[in-house]
């Protein structure tokens, strides 16, 4: 497995992704709604967005969230990329930490990292191409119909 992490040809990786979203942003460009739709599925389904979407995750020196997990070996890393799918998507909830901060107190929200910050960073990467939000609610990960929504 962490022969599979350390293998991954980063910068064709990145170079895969730009390009699936350029075609998407063609097609939402050209109000091809059928198209758009096809494309974003096959993006955040693609193993470039998942990769690059752990390593995002994984670089970051975030706390682990809710359910406990944090990524520090190549291993838990490549099985994190392999087992992310849209399928069955059931948000964990947030773990309430209180902080003190300039003597105040207050609460910050931190999510679960296994599966909350993956989706995000492969939806935005599906959505970031072309500036328009309308298409997929992150927080809930279900996909809405452009051509409805005003």
Not at 19 to 43: F, G, M, S, T
Not at 126 to 146: H, N, V
Request: net charge positive.
């Amino acid at each position: 497995m962490a022969v599979i992490w350390r293998t991954i040809d980063w910068p064709k990786m990145e170079q895969e992704l730009a390009k699936k979203q350029q075609d998407l942003a063609y097609a939402a460009y050209n109000r091809q709604w059928d198209e758009v739709e096809r494309l974003q599925r096959e993006l955040v389904c693609s193993w470039a967005a998942r990769v690059l979407a752990v390593r995002a995750v994984a670089d970051t020196n975030a706390q682990a969230g809710v359910d406990g997990v944090r990524w520090k070996s190549d291993i838990d890393k490549a099985r994190a990329a392999q087992t992310l799918t849209n399928r069955g998507y059931r948000p964990l909830p947030y773990r309430h930490t209180e902080i003190e901060e300039n003597g105040k107190h207050r609460v910050i929200h931190v999510p679960a990292q296994s599966i909350v910050r993956q989706i995000t960073a492969i939806s935005s990467s599906s959505i970031a191409c072309f500036g328009l939000t309308g298409f997929i609610s992150i927080e809930i990960g279900q996909w809405s119909d452009p051509r409805t929504s005003t």
